[in-house]
């Protein structure tokens, strides 16, 4: 259970396991003690340098006529194909505030966060995706240091074919699917049968 009477600027882990001033750092790869899989850690003093899941927080943002709010990506990976303002969550941030400050930060967006429209997993990259359904407060959106150029897109004019990744995809399905809906569990990745008959609304 989390310690509440611990002072904003302070982990309650920080510099409990640092390596000392004689160590070489984490280096080796091997079982710790207790563990059932490999952590990179320092032969040294123990020191174990976790790798774990990261968090990615986005929305799908739409203005009051149903336009979508997409962002054309000014970095790799996948420059130059369209996506949801998200990305990775910062440390004592919610995922809330997350969503919004990407939409801020790639479209000079301001929403206003709904409800959590799905959870994905995405193993192979080791991250969990938490993408948002939010209004925006204004039409009015530019492009971020991380874009090339955004827009407001009707159903009909999202550019299927240039979106930069699966979950993308995923989630603006989801949003049309629950259009007047606001009583849904989150969404999941998606079964065969749901991608198969996506692909045949296309």
């Known amino acids: ?6 002072p904003d600027d302070k982990s309650p882990d920080i510099g409990k396991y640092d390596c000392g001033p004689n160590c070489g750092g984490p280096r080796v790869r091997a079982i710790p003690p207790g563990e059932d899989r490999e952590r990179l850690l320092c032969p040294d ?8 899941p990261l968090i990615v927080v986005g929305a799908v943002a739409t203005w ?26 910062e440390e004592r941030e919610s995922t809330r505030d997350g969503a919004a400050r990407e939409a801020w930060e790639e479209a000079r967006a301001r929403i206003d966060i709904d409800h959590l429209l799905a959870i994905y997993d995405i193993p ?17 959106v530019e492009p971020g240091p991380e874009s090339l150029e955004v827009g407001l897109f009707e159903w009909k004019d999202i550019p299927w074919n240039e979106l930069a990744f ?15 809906r606001s009583d849904c569990a989150p969404a999941v990745n998606p079964t065969p049968d749901a991608l198969a008959r996506w692909e045949k609304m296309l």
């Open 124 to 140: 192979r990259i080791s991250q969990v995706q938490m993408i948002f359904r939010a209004r925006l407060l204004s039409p009015d």
């Open 1 to 6: 259970m989390p310690d509440d009477t611990l």
């Open 166 to 180: 699966p979950t993308v995809v995923w989630a603006l399905r989801e949003h049309h699917e629950r259009l007047g």
């Open 45 to 52: 003093c123990g020191y174990i340098a976790y790798q774990n």
């Open 64 to 89: 009051e006529d149903g336009r979508i709010l997409l962002c054309r990506r000014a970095i790799e990976p996948r420059k130059g194909y369209w996506t949801l303002p998200a990305g990775y969550m």
